[in-house]
């Protein structure tokens, strides 16, 4: 996803993606910046189902958000990394998001506790 607006807390987001596709969910990273303490305005959310993107794509594709007064469009990009692994790989080897945005990735899964 991107265009989030700067204020949105990774509970904040996942409310919003909650409403309409909980449990559909098992990964969420929402790239912090914490010396300006808000997000970097993007967000990876992975899907338990192939199936369940394009409803997902229709809702939040062209959006506006509901909060902070935001003029923002989100937009549903797709990604050439997929999968839990893969997002966490991709957070582990790339130096912007270890060093400048710490990260801290939230696993939805059953039985998976947050990280």
Excluded at 11 to 29: M, P, R, T, V
Excluded at 77 to 105: E, H, K
């Amino acid at each position: 996803m991107r265009n989030i607006p700067n204020k949105y807390s990774q509970k904040l987001l996942l409310e919003a993606l909650e409403q309409n596709h909980g449990g559909k969910i098992d990964l969420l990273y929402l790239p912090i910046d914490f010396k300006n303490k808000c997000n970097v305005g993007y967000a990876f959310v992975n899907f338990i189902s192939p199936a369940d993107i394009p409803p997902f794509y229709e809702e939040f594709n062209h959006r506006l958000w509901d909060r902070f007064n935001s003029n923002k469009e989100s937009l549903g990009v797709g990604a050439g990394v997929v999968g839990v692994g893969g997002v966490v790989g991709v957070g582990l080897a790339c130096g912007t998001a270890s060093t400048r945005y710490p990260f801290r990735l939230r696993a939805l899964q059953q039985g998976t506790p947050p990280c």
